[in-house]
């Protein structure tokens, strides 16, 4: 299945590693565009789990924020797990090629995601992916040894068991009536209210819902990592994959109106089908497409100069967006999820705006001088000690 020759190339491997320094700045800014609007709800993750679209958004601007969301919802998680399985797959490369027992140093080192993604988790962003992300990695470590076929059988496996679970919740939602809106928490509000030692307090307090969602997506995040180390293998990125380039970009396209109309008019059954079913397929499309256009036009352009700049610090990035949009929309900051409740739509979008601005302009000044972003850094450090 791997092109031996392409992937032994130094030239090839570089510029393959490019497209997924692209790839992944672009997975790290999608999840921003995501996770705006749960900064940007008064009642942040409790009220995006309920009723993500305010009582008191005009039904236009309710619209507008059902298409915008839906234009992020899933795509990029799924996009940063494909990613991220790359990534295993390129450092079990390596260590074979030295000679050097796997997974070995990779459980230290997703020992210290898991620790990044603890903090993360606490002090930032209750709805951190890294925890999951390294106990996913860690499995998928051991996955590695075995066979391409046995991979195979496992991803199509992995991935009946989530659309089994997911399909089984949908239809549950819709048999039961509990498609609307639910009420709006009563009480004091941790977000307005609280301070950041009140946010922190309250995510311990809530840790067993807030990290429902990584084991309910743990089937497909084991799917997802083994998928994009296999199509690292196939050479989805070197010019002889362009067939499989070709397939992922029909079904990619194939999912878009769907995914449009779950997300937009599905209600929580459709979002839940939109985010889980089809949104990964969209991210498929969209893996091909970036690694089609590295092909053609390199990636050495404006935009892709700065995605892969974001992609390099991606820890670093992914940690510091969330710290500024909690900054920008929580009480102990600006407040701008109460204040400015009225206008959340114009004002999420021109945060999200700016917050990009802000994070590519700080990856690429920090990248002037220094080689790794400053979470890496330590990361890196932490890792050469074991």
Avoid: C
């Amino acid at each position: 299945m791997t092109n031996t020759n392409v992937l032994s190339t130094g030239s090839t491997r570089t510029a393959r590693i490019a497209a997924i320094d692209v790839l992944r700045g672009i997975a790290i800014i999608g999840t921003l565009g995501t996770n705006i609007w749960v900064f940007s709800h008064p009642w942040g993750l409790l009220g995006m789990l309920s009723a993500p679209v305010t009582p008191e958004t005009p039904d236009a601007a309710a619209v507008v924020q059902l298409v915008l969301m839906t234009l992020a919802q899933g795509k990029f998680l799924a996009l940063l797990s494909l990613v991220f399985g790359m990534g295993v797959a390129i450092q079990h490369g390596a260590a074979v090629r030295r000679g050097m027992r796997w997974p070995g140093r990779y459980l230290w080192r997703a020992t210290l995601l898991f620790l990044d993604g603890a903090i993360n988790y606490v002090l930032i962003a209750e709805f951190d992916v890294l925890m999951g992300y390294a106990v996913t990695g860690a499995v998928v470590a051991y996955l590695l040894l075995t066979s391409p076929r046995a991979q195979r059988g496992m991803i199509i496996i992995f991935g009946s068991l989530h659309v089994i679970v997911i399909t089984g919740i949908v239809a549950a939602i819709v048999l039961t009536g509990a498609n609307a809106d639910a009420t709006l928490p009563n009480g004091r509000n941790p977000y307005t209210d609280g301070s950041f030692l009140d946010l922190v307090l309250f995510r311990l307090d809530k840790l067993v819902l807030f990290r429902a969602e990584a084991v309910l997506i743990g089937f497909l995040a084991l799917a997802l990592f083994l998928l994009g180390a296999r199509l690292l293998g196939a050479g989805v990125f070197a010019p002889e994959g362009a067939r499989l380039r070709r397939r992922l970009l029909v079904a990619g396209a194939i999912a878009v109106p769907v995914d449009v109309v779950l997300g937009v008019a599905g209600g929580t059954a459709g979002l839940l089908a939109e985010r889980y079913l089809v949104a990964p397929v969209v991210a498929l499309g969209i893996l091909a497409l970036v690694a089609e256009l590295s092909l053609r036009l390199g990636t050495d352009g404006w935009i892709s100069r700065r995605a892969r700049e974001v992609g390099r610090v991606a820890l670093s990035a992914y940690m510091l967006q969330n710290l500024l949009a909690g900054a920008l929309f929580y009480g102990w900051g600006l407040g701008l999820a109460e204040s400015a409740a009225d206008v959340r739509v114009p004002v999420t979008v021109a945060a999200f705006v700016v917050l990009t601005a802000v994070i590519t302009a700080l990856a690429h000044l920090w990248l002037r001088r220094f080689e790794l972003g400053p979470v890496e850094w330590l990361w890196k450090r932490a890792a050469q000690l074991r």
